[in-house]
Structure formats: structure tokens, C-alpha cells
């Protein structure tokens, strides 16, 4: 875990700040399950593992908390949460309603063939993912195709809004690859989203987005029965660890 840990920090941007860097490695563990739900998180620890002092790594756990991935319990110690359903069915209500008007707004105008070339190139990327079955790359040119989509339009505010609901529902979406959702099918999706914007087919557009946003609705109950124990309200209580 803490090999990890540090593999994660060493992909951050040197140029960002310490705390920066520690949101990114912390949420991006926590997404990927390497901190578990009810796991504890030591201040002290993670501090020393990075080598860092405490204070970014205490701001680091109060972003987390905003983001609805830990819980901060006074006298007690920090934890990460177990997903939530309904912060799960609500953050995918925002992004598919966002993510929509997006790809609306991307097929009304004539997008850049350099930018219909980058999108395209990306869902290439991704089917080179699925014989690899590398499912962490997978996931990481998804959050690529999304992001540059709707910079592309504009919208980069949009995706900024996205990003920041989107934390519980991404704990899904990555549990959700490769079982309960398909890379060939997710990547079918996005291509079909492409096309409608590259024939300028706003009604194409809005579907295959919201076709591709709603697919989360159909693993979720999956997920739940498989991994109780990742739920809120779910199963029983594991124990808290210590990291």
C-alpha cells in the first residue's frame, strides 16, 4: 500500500503545492480502493511517508472531507467514508445533466478536426486497454475524454463542478470496470458521442451522453451485492484499519 501511495505522488505535478499534491495522491487512492473504506488515516503516518509536515497533510484531509471522502471525527481520527448511494445518484444527476448540455453545445458548433482527432486518438487509447486489461489507464484516458470534451466547448467551469461532485460516484465508476461495465462497451459509448458532434447531431449528442452517463444506474445494484462492505448501510460494519 504505502509503494503505492508513493507511486501516486511521483506521478503529481512537481509544480503544484504540497497540499495539492497530497489531495491528489489521497483522492485518487481512496478512488482506487488502496485506502479502504473505514480504513483510519494517521496524520502522522502520511506525513512521514511523504515527508512532509503535518499542517498540508491536515488541510489535504479538510478538502477530503468536502469532497465527501473522509470523515473527520473529533478525538477519534480521520477515516474514509464508505460510498454513499444517494451521494453516488446524485452526483450523477449533475454530471449527466452537465455532461449533456455539453455535448450539446459541442455538436451546435463545428469543434476543431484537430480536437475531433484527439478524441478519436483517445478512444483508440482506450480499446488498446482492454487485451492489456489495464483497467487503471482505462479509467485515466476516460477522465481525459470527458475533461478535454468539454474544455473543447468552453466549459471548463462545467468540469470543474464536475470534478468536484463527481468523487463518490468515481469510486463506482472504478469498481464498476472491468465486471460490471465493459471497457468495449464504454468505449462504443464515447464513440458514439463523438460521431453525433462530429455529423453536428444535436439529438444523437444528448442521447449517446445520456446513455453513457446513465450506465452507472445498471451496475450499482451489482456492486452493492458484491461488495457490501464498501457500502453505507450495506452488510455489516467492517473494522476500522489503521494505515
Known sequence: MHTTLQSLWQETRDGESVRQRLFHVLRQSIIQMVLAPG???SEKEI????TVS???VREAFIRLSESGLVEVRPQRGTYVVRISRQAVL????I???????IALEAAKRTLPS???MELNELIERQRSCIERQDHDRFFFLDEMFHRTLAISTGQTMAWNVIEDVKAQL???????IPDSTPIPKLADQHQAIVDAISAGDTEAAEQAMSIHQREILHSLPELERRFPELFENVGIDAHALSI
Request: net charge positive.
Open 47 to 50: 506525513a512521514n511517508l511523504f
Open 39 to 41: 480504513q483510519a488515516l
Open 170 to 176: 468515481d469510486r463506482v465508476r472504478y469498481l464498476s
Open 114 to 116: 484537430s480536437i475531433l
Open 90 to 93: 446524485e452526483a450523477r444527476f
Open 95 to 101: 454530471r449527466e445533466s452537465l455532461e449533456v448540455a
Open 54 to 56: 503535518r499542517q498540508p
